[in-house]
């Protein structure tokens, strides 16, 4: 039973970690209608400058606003500079536009700090006990982590007048526009709280898995199928589609045999397949009869 807990437990971090990149898939999504292929290289990228400011002797807990607020701004640029230039062009420009996007950046980050697998300082305690059991991941943390940002996150819209333009613009952003809202500026601070909320995610999981530049390619298939479940437009399902993945996971590589480590990728390509399959509209399953 303690081992069964612990692999929940060290599921539901990754799945944290998931979340966290699918919520930001679903922010991009719901402001300008684009999946954005290049969020988990901008989380890489973010992660790269949280690692650069603990070498110049930093602790994490200051480094981690100085990245935050760094991601909120290149997210911001990125939207204003190349974003804005495709919205409202047919719908393949915008996605090639983040694949050239996330292709770039890949580069730009092994040009700037190699392909070199380097090792991320772990900000929680090394082991968390279960019984007999330890678990390595700081779960606990991770998880305490993503739980106070989907907090602040839930704040921000729901009960500051910046989030209700926010919500206003996601809504219908041509009414928001006659209303006065400057929808442009509305929509960059969009993508820079999707860069931060993505940020986080890469730096959580950047201890667990080392940090290069392709680290975030799998769990952008995890945070792509969990966004996938609420049809890139819900928040709350995607979150919960992320937990579940991650859970859904550990569990396979640990207990079904034929799965292993090297094929737990199959979960959230089959959950990807099955929700596509089953979805009717561009609602996604959640809330559908």
Do not use: C
């Not at 679903?26 to 300008?32: G, K, P």
């Not at 400011?53 to 204003?80: C, H, K, N, Q, Y």
């Not at 640990?254 to 609602?283: C, Q, S």
């Amino acid at each position: 039973m303690a081992g069964l807990l612990l692999q929940i437990v060290q599921g539901l971090s990754l799945g944290a970690v998931y979340a966290g990149l699918a919520l930001a898939l679903v922010l991009v999504h719901r402001f300008n209608g684009i999946v954005n292929f290049a969020q988990g290289e901008l989380a890489m990228l973010s992660a790269y400058v949280a690692w650069q400011l603990l070498d110049a002797g930093l602790p994490f807990w200051a480094a981690l606003p100085i990245t935050l607020a760094v991601s909120v701004v290149g997210g911001m640029l990125v939207e204003r500079s190349i974003i804005r230039r495709v919205e409202g062009d047919r719908e393949l420009a915008p996605v090639a536009v983040t694949v050239g996007l996330m292709v770039f950046v890949n580069a730009a980050a092994g040009l700037v700090w190699s392909f070199a697998v380097r090792s991320f300082p772990n900000p929680f305690p090394a082991a968390l006990s279960f019984g007999s059991a330890q678990s390595g991941f700081s779960a606990l943390g991770v998880l305490g982590v993503v739980a106070v940002m989907m907090l602040l996150l839930h704040v921000f819209f729901r009960h500051t007048g910046a989030g209700l333009l926010m919500r206003a613009v996601a809504a219908d952003p041509v009414a928001a526009r006659l209303s006065g809202v400057r929808v442009g500026r509305v929509l960059g601070l969009g993508w820079g709280m999707a860069s931060a909320v993505g940020a986080i995610a890469g730096i959580l999981v950047a201890p667990l898995l080392f940090l290069e530049p392709n680290m975030m390619g799998g769990v952008l298939v995890y945070a792509f199928a969990a966004a996938v479940v609420g049809g890139f437009r819900d928040p709350v399902a995607a979150v919960v589609a992320g937990l579940g993945l991650g859970v859904a996971e550990t569990l396979a590589g640990t207990y079904v045999a034929f799965v292993g480590a090297d094929l737990k990728v199959i979960v959230p390509l089959l959950v990807i397949v099955v929700v596509l399959m089953l979805r009717r509209g561009p609602a996604g399953t959640a809330g559908q009869r």
